[in-house]
């Protein structure tokens, strides 16, 4: 009997025991509920808060242009989810790690392994934020250098892809968002999905330049190109042409998630005051030189404007059809505007400067002699290069490929896809070596300039004779359509001027059959009429310096 009484009075206290305890629980779970600081410190496991299976498993993000498409889109679709948006970037950058490998299988494999090892960006997003923010606001021109060793990439046609899939954009607003979750859950996701969408353009204070679209602004043109005759070639002035719709002049970029600067031509010199701004660059350079030139001056003459080409060594050869570059100084402010023609953007030196006919050794691993002789006097550098990397103007020009300092003797480095990709490569990390020993110096390389040839090429019949862009309304993609370029100042302190998307959707805006010089059959559908698409060219430069 004792030990049944025995028995019966230890099942009591465990029952108590067991009672007191649920009872703490319950107390414990009801602080935790009513407790704000415990759920947003130690969130509950939610469906919206994981990666979805189209983000790890799904196709390639990276948009498509089509000629048949409204916009430009991801293939993937944009993510359903806020949480998911800091997660799809890191998909975004393995996906495009991949587009820049050589032709080896196993770089590119490993260069797969190391996005896929990348921490997921939740702290690592917000150091790169502060950071950038931090450079942004200082007044130093040095930017943080990113881990990584980017490889020289395959061959790859100047032209964009014009076969293109179209999809739709099936969007779902803040407000269905947040009515699908808890409140606190909400701020956690919301937080996510801001830090994802800074991410998205590291170029500048969180905003990519480059994803937007065109609107109507009826306040444009920036000037007349009737009358910006001092700094603008009539070849490329449509005014002085016969074409007779100007609607294109009418078009301003506007980035999709910020404001870009209002281009000033005062506060423009005031930004450069004792300063040099030096274009390097092929014909599309010019360009964007002779843009700039007139939108600075808006179009009037300016007499006060100074010619100091001789102190760059940029005077009119004798039997020369120009010189080869020119240099203006605006002497209220002390600044100055350089341009220099280099289509290769590598160093051109003729073997046998005794012989007219001699061919030129094209040093494919060395900047432009003009550039090294003069970058210690640039603060603002612009780079180009891309249309006259084809087999034809090698030959005309009597080019021969150089490595090392002698001739190249490799059938790879000789496909003329690679040795444009070589050059890119070598320049933009040559300009980067020199940074640190020119802390006042910001360098861009600006994307490729597209051409718009429909039904056949230059020579062959190829038009663009439009008066409306036909591409599309809208660049949603948040990758560079230049992959070569993107992969080149990856890793870099050097920036990309990313124009390449933008003025995709522009085939409108081409010199055309309107060419003062027009020859029956032939269209200039690499060429913009000025004033035009250049103009946001130097827009995106001058909200980022």
């Known amino acids: 009997m004792r030990m049944k009484g025995g028995f019966h009075g230890l099942r009591g206290k465990q029952f108590s025991i067991i009672f007191i305890a649920f009872v703490c629980t319950t107390i414990i779970l009801w602080a935790c509920e009513k407790t704000p600081f415990i759920p947003v410190r130690f969130p509950r496991s939610s469906q919206y808060l994981q990666l979805s299976p189209e983000v790890l498993d799904g196709p390639s993000p990276v948009g498509n242009i089509s000629s048949n ?10 993510s359903p989810h806020p949480a998911t948006s800091s997660f799809e970037m890191i998909k975004n950058t393995s996906e495009s790690m991949v587009t820049s490998c050589i032709i080896e299988e196993s770089q590119c494999n490993d260069s797969k392994g190391k996005a896929k090892d990348k921490p997921i960006p939740g702290e690592e997003n917000n150091l790169k934020q502060s950071d950038q923010a931090t450079a942004n606001a200082s007044s130093s021109s040095s930017w943080g250098r990113e881990s990584g060793n980017p490889m020289i990439p395959a061959e790859q046609e100047d032209q964009p892809n014009d076969s293109k899939e ?59 190109g009737s009358r910006c005759k001092q700094w603008l070639s009539p070849m490329w002035a449509c005014r002085l042409t016969q074409r007779t719709d100007f609607s294109y002049e009418k078009l301003r970029w506007q980035p999709k998630y910020c404001k870009m600067e209002k281009f000033e031509g005062s506060k423009f010199l005031r930004r450069m005051k004792d300063k040099t701004l030096a274009f390097v660059g092929d014909s599309l350079g010019r360009q964007q030189f002779q843009s700039l030139m007139c939108m600075v001056t808006g179009g009037i003459e300016r007499p006060d404007v100074l010619d100091v080409g001789r102190e760059y060594g940029l005077v009119k050869a004798r039997g020369a059809v120009r010189p080869d570059g020119w240099a203006y100084r605006f002497p209220e402010t002390n600044t100055t505007i350089v341009y220099y023609w280099s289509a290769s953007l590598c160093n051109i030196e003729a073997l046998d400067a005794a012989n007219p006919a001699t061919d030129y050794a094209m040093h494919l691993d060395r900047p432009p002699a003009f550039l090294s002789r003069y970058i210690h006097r640039f603060n603002v550098l612009v780079l180009n290069t891309g249309h006259h990397w084809n087999r034809g103007k090698l030959t005309q020009n009597r080019w021969v490929m150089h490595v090392g300092g002698i001739r190249n003797t490799n059938r790879k480095i000789a496909e003329i896809g690679r040795a444009k990709n070589l050059t890119v490569y070598s320049i933009v990390r040559w300009v980067d070596s020199q940074l640190p020993k020119y802390p006042g110096l910001k360098a861009f390389f600006r994307s490729l300039s597209p051409r718009h040839f429909f039904h056949g090429d230059w020579n062959t019949g190829g038009t663009c004779d439009n008066t409306t ?7 949603l993609q948040d990758e560079s359509s230049d992959s070569v370029a993107a992969g080149a100042v990856k890793g870099t302190r050097v920036r990309l001027l990313d124009i390449t998307a933008p003025s995709e959707l522009r085939d409108e805006g081409h010199i055309s059959r309107y060419s003062i010089k027009a020859t029956p059959g032939v269209q200039d559908c690499l060429h913009w009429c000025l004033p035009g698409v250049p103009d946001m060219w130097n827009e995106m430069l001058f909200a980022q310096i």
């Open 69 to 78: 498409s409204d916009v430009y889109v991801n293939k993937s679709g944009p």
């Open 166 to 224: 179209k999809a739709k954009d099936k969007r779902i607003t803040g407000e269905e968002k947040n009515s699908k979750l808890p409140e606190q859950v909400t701020e956690i996701a919301n937080s996510i999905s801001s830090r994802g969408e800074e991410t998205m353009a590291p170029a500048d204070q969180a905003c990519n330049y480059a994803k937007g679209k065109w609107v109507i602004d009826n306040q444009r043109p920036l000037y007349s």
């Open 469 to 475: 862009p036909s591409e599309g309304k809208e660049v």
